[in-house]
């Protein structure tokens, strides 16, 4: 059984900084490329970040490049996302995702998702 189980999110000031996780099982973690998408109440569950199968190339939303860092451990089956001077638009529910191929928009590549984590970002 797939499991992607996400981990790390809370209630922040504005400028404050969390790290989120994504503990997976159940698949060869480092046969897919990984992924962090953000669904805000009432919207679209948007593309944060994505990572290659090996770590190597990474993409981000315009609206996190330069404040957030995603990386993967492939020893540890471990997805991460650092979140630095956050901003109250950044209040979400996060979602680890898989795919077979690395993700620059859209869900639509997507192969199994987490059950996710509430990030608030308190202005």
């Known amino acids: 059984q797939v499991q992607l189980a996400e981990s790390g999110g809370g209630l922040v000031q504005t400028g404050g900084r969390l790290r989120l996780s994504c503990a997976v099982s159940g698949l060869s973690f480092s046969r897919y490329a990984m992924a962090w998408f953000r669904q805000a109440p009432e919207k679209e569950r948007d593309l944060v970040a994505s990572?290659?199968?090996?770590?190597?190339?990474?993409h981000y939303g315009d609206s996190v490049k330069g404040r957030f860092t995603i990386s993967r451990d492939n020893a540890k089956n471990t997805l991460y996302l650092q979140m630095n001077s956050l901003k109250p638009e950044d209040t979400g529910v996060y979602y680890c995702a898989a795919s077979e191929r690395p993700l620059v928009a859209g869900t639509s590549g997507v192969s199994y998702w987490g059950q996710g984590t509430q990030v608030t970002v308190d202005s």
């Open positions: 990572i290659d199968w090996i770590g190597a190339r990474t």
